[in-house]
Structure formats: C-alpha cells, structure tokens
T-cell receptor
C-alpha cells in the first residue's frame, strides 16, 4: 500500500543553519506530494506541494523537489529562523478506488531552532 | 474564504462516556476527512466522505466510532463509549474534487482527553 517515511526527530539547529528533512514514499501510480507544517497550538497548514515528477514546490524559503527515480521529496531551507520551529509532515495524495484523493501522512519531524 | 470550522476545541471526558465532534468544511468542498492525531504521531485517516457517501472507513473502529455527513456539508464524529487510548486531537479537513490529487485544508482540531 501507499506510505510515507520521514526522518525521525527532533531536529535542533542554530538560527541561519541549513535544513534538510528527508522524506521517501511508496505509492502506486503518480501521487501528489505535500509538506504540511504544524506550529505549536495550531492546525496543519500546507507549506508546499508538487504534483508531478521533477516539480519543485516552494514557499517561505522552503523547497522540495519531486524525485520519482528515488521516490523522495526532501524538504530544504537555506537559512532557518526561530519562527520555523514547528512539526513538519510529509504527505502524499493518491487516487483511491473511487477517484477521491486519499491523503497519507508521515509521522512528523519536530524542528527546534536555537537563537 | 472561511476555513474549516471545528468544535469544540477541547473536551475532557471520563472513560465509557460518549462525545461528539462537529465539522463545517470549506464551502463547495466535496471531500471531507476525519483524522486522529495521537501525540507525537502523524495524522491517521479515520473516515473519508465524498459528498455524503463514505469513500473509506477502513481504519475507523466501528464498534465505538461513528460518523455522518448529512446533506453533504457538515459532519459529526462520535465516540461511544470512549477509552483512554482515544485521547488525541481529532482533525477535520476538506478538499475539492478536481480529478484527485488535491491538497486538504485542515481545521484547528479538537483535543480530546479521556480520563
């Protein structure tokens, strides 16, 4: 079945450091891939997405490239800020048997940024 | 555009009691999801509706959980009787149906504590 595996946290970095959070997936067909972010006390928010191979999603300085050959969608940011501290979830959306999207999440990676 | 509305935000109940959560999706969104997010884990899909029909309820503990989506708009999720392990955040999300593979928009969630 479809699944998402992301690197375990927590990840602690200093401000302005480079960030990579790894995500790999298993899916039949051609899923869309997402990164969601959950700030403390808030709901899940879509951070970025990519809908086909080699697409690059980007938002707020974060980027991720849909790599079909390695089934990966790693999240990167060149210079993190304290305000980026949150839990990040990799997710995929693949067509269910009824043609409605089914969204599957990874276990999440907690990111803490030190000033 | 109004987001996904959920209520209540917090609920504390004793085990064996019953509880209900309410969700109002974004206007026009045909697909509605209920997820369970246990502390430290990624969201787990409980049930997915397409309009007022159930698409996937394979991970819904049907002996105690039930959900309905009357008239294809609002939805309620009920637990009866609750167990300690039901303590979690219950997230409602909605998405449009545009050929599948679309992102979901999440509500703030309801944090349930069973004591």
């Amino acid at each position: 079945g479809n699944s998402v595996t992301q690197m375990e946290g927590p990840v602690t970095l200093s401000e302005e450091a480079f960030l990579t959070i790894n995500c790999t997936y298993t899916a039949t067909g051609y899923p869309s891939l997402f990164w969601y972010v959950q700030y403390p006390g808030e709901g899940l928010q879509l951070l970025l997405k990519a809908t086909k191979a080699d697409d690059k999603g980007s938002n707020k300085g974060f980027e991720a490239t849909y790599r079909k050959e390695t089934t990966s969608f790693h999240l990167e940011k060149g210079s993190v800020q304290v305000s980026d501290s949150a839990v990040y979830f990799c997710a995929l959306s693949a067509l269910a048997y009824s043609s409605a999207s089914k969204i599957i999440f990874g276990s999440g990676t907690r990111l803490s940024i030190r000033p | 555009e109004a987001g996904v509305a959920q209520s209540p935000r917090y609920k504390i109940i004793e085990k064996r009691q019953s509880v209900a959560f309410w969700c109002n999706p974004i206007s026009g969104h045909a697909t509605l999801y209920w997820y369970q997010q246990i502390l430290g884990q990624g969201p787990k899909l409980l049930i997915q509706f397409q309009n007022n029909g159930v698409v996937d309820d394979s991970q819904l503990p049907k002996d105690r959980f039930s959900a309905e989506r009357l008239k294809g708009v609002d939805s309620t999720l009920k637990i009866q009787p609750a167990k300690l392990e039901d303590s979690a955040v219950y997230l409602c999300a909605s998405s449009t149906r545009q050929g599948g593979n679309t992102e979901a928009f999440f509500g703030q969630g309801t944090r349930l504590t069973v004591v």
